[in-house]
């Protein structure tokens, strides 16, 4: 079991109720392979992070919103909105998470603790979410807010200085069409899992071209890192 107290250290904050900065880390696939026999998963040792992720997906939400509006009040609804999804995304929330070194820390069955890459990255990104809901329910708004300005709104000059707000997709395409005259197509490639937890790869084309495969929980997740991957791929 990991050693909360030094992630504690770490984000300079003491959860009044540890039990849920654990369940914040707690993944579905860890309940699974350690509960006592007889005993579902909500049974076993504590409960996993997903009730947790909901909330605290709904609290970044808020507070990244609140801080957009407050801080251009300029922009229109339209860009604001794709800003604050290119602040909330898999990747940018993850790349918080492992910032934090808060992959040192996940319980997770022997198997999840193998998966590397956007497997990983989209564990990471339910993680933080759940420690954000963690968080809300230990000190509050005030709380979870504080933290997640800290994470993350260091990062927005940059979104908006690069249009990192615009996502993979629409950008490969704009430059696609400007630089070869072509608009990209997707196809999808395989998908594999249960129907809960289905994973899909979906590969990128410009023209007769395949430029790269990208894979997600969802066939527009998939397209989006295939884009991705492509932009990356030719160097755009």
């Known amino acids: 079991m990991p050693d909360f107290s030094t992630f504690e250290t770490k984000i300079g904050y003491n959860f009044k109720n540890p039990s849920l900065l654990e369940q914040a880390f707690t993944h579905r696939s860890y309940l699974n392979e350690n509960r006592a026999p007889g005993r579902s998963p909500r049974q076993g040792r504590g409960e996993h992070n997903e009730r947790l992720e909901f909330l605290g997906d709904a609290v970044l939400e808020l507070v990244v919103t609140e801080f957009l509006y407050g801080k251009y009040p300029e922009k229109p609804e339209g860009e604001l909105t794709a800003y604050r999804a290119a602040l ?11 910032a934090l070194g808060m992959n040192d820390y996940l319980l997770l069955s022997r198997g999840e603790s193998r998966d590397t890459g ?11 979410e759940a420690l954000i809901g963690a968080l ?9 807010k504080d933290f997640i300005s800290t994470q993350l709104f260091h990062k927005t000059e940059e979104v908006v200085e690069k249009r990192l707000w615009q996502d993979a997709k629409s950008k490969l395409q704009e430059i696609s069409q400007e630089k070869m005259k072509m608009t990209p197509t997707y196809e999808l490639a395989s998908q594999s899992g249960p129907d809960h937890d289905r994973t899909f790869v979906v590969a990128a084309y410009i023209g007769e071209q395949k430029i790269a495969t990208g894979e997600g929980r969802s066939k527009q997740e998939a397209e989006q890192a295939a884009a991705e991957k492509a932009l990356a791929a030719k160097g755009w």
């Open 136 to 144: 809300y329910l230990d000190s509050g708004y005030d709380a979870a």
């Open 88 to 98: 909330v995304n898999t990747q940018s929330i993850s790349a918080a998470a492992t």
């Open 118 to 128: 956007r497997a990983r990255q989209i564990i990471l990104a339910n993680a933080f």
